[in-house]
């Protein structure tokens, strides 16, 4: 059973270029998470989705950024326009049903805007 | 939303020296779990506790809950250098079991050989 998969594992974008981010949860995982974490810093909460629903985007930027979760696919996390300011380690995470499941997460991706 | 104080931000300790991370809530938690991020990976989850007053050890490794279910501490014994990385508590959304989770700025250990 493949853990939580997020690709690429290194992203450079110049800025104003589009980051597409994208990771496969654990099987059998419908709820997905996306958390950003900066040099030194906790991780925040960005989005919350299940398959073709926005449950909770509240940690989302309202500009720039979207999120996906399709019926087919993984999931996707897109910054439009990047700036520097986005230059950070994004995490992705899944879990299932059940009270207060541990969440699992993949090895991230680590976005440098130049 | 939920917040967790987290402190001391960084420790350095020789190896076989103790360590203890402590989390603080103004608000009374359901639950609060606990994640290791080594050096340049992803956290990991370690364990959840539930139970006021709960007590759980794993190896070296001692996690407890407070009686108010308001503060939480990891505690580790006689630390290897394996032990090196970041510790996270988390709580989940009030009230919530799929939710978001909510992490404390987290406590970077580094262990002198």
């Known amino acids: 059973n493949a853990g939580v998969m997020q690709n690429p594992r290194h992203l450079v974008r110049r800025r104003g270029q589009e980051a597409r981010l994208r990771c496969s949860p654990m099987?059998?995982?419908?709820?997905v998470y996306w958390y950003r974490q900066l040099p030194e810093e906790g991780l925040k909460f960005m989005v919350y989705?299940?398959?073709?629903?926005?449950?909770?985007e509240s940690g989302m930027p309202k500009e720039r950024f979207s999120a996906e979760f399709p019926k087919e696919g993984p999931s996707i996390l897109r910054i439009q326009q990047v700036v520097r300011g986005d230059s950070a380690a994004y995490f992705c995470?899944?879990?299932?049903?059940?009270?207060?499941?541990?969440?699992?997460f993949g090895q991230g991706t680590r976005l440098t805007v130049v | 939303g939920q917040q967790v104080m987290q402190i001391p931000q960084y420790q350095h300790v020789q190896e076989g020296e103790d360590f203890t991370t402590y989390c603080n809530s103004s608000?009374?938690?359901?639950?609060i779990q606990w994640y290791k991020q080594r050096p340049g990976g992803h956290p990991v989850f370690l364990i959840q506790?539930?139970?006021?007053?709960e007590v759980k050890k794993q190896k070296r490794l001692t996690f407890q809950f407070g009686e108010a279910k308001k503060n939480s501490s990891l505690h580790i014994t006689a630390t290897q250098t394996t032990d090196v990385g970041t510790y996270f508590c988390?709580?989940?959304?009030?009230?919530?079991?799929?939710?978001?989770?909510?992490f404390g700025r987290g406590t970077q250990l580094t262990v002198w050989p």
């Open positions: 506790l539930v139970k006021s007053g």
């Open positions: 608000t009374t938690l359901s639950n």
């Open positions: 989705l299940q398959k073709e629903n926005i449950i909770d």
């Open positions: 988390a709580v989940r959304e009030r009230g919530s079991t799929l939710g978001r989770l909510y």
């Open positions: 995470a899944s879990n299932t049903q059940g009270a207060n499941t541990e969440a699992f």
């Open positions: 099987k059998g995982h419908s709820h």
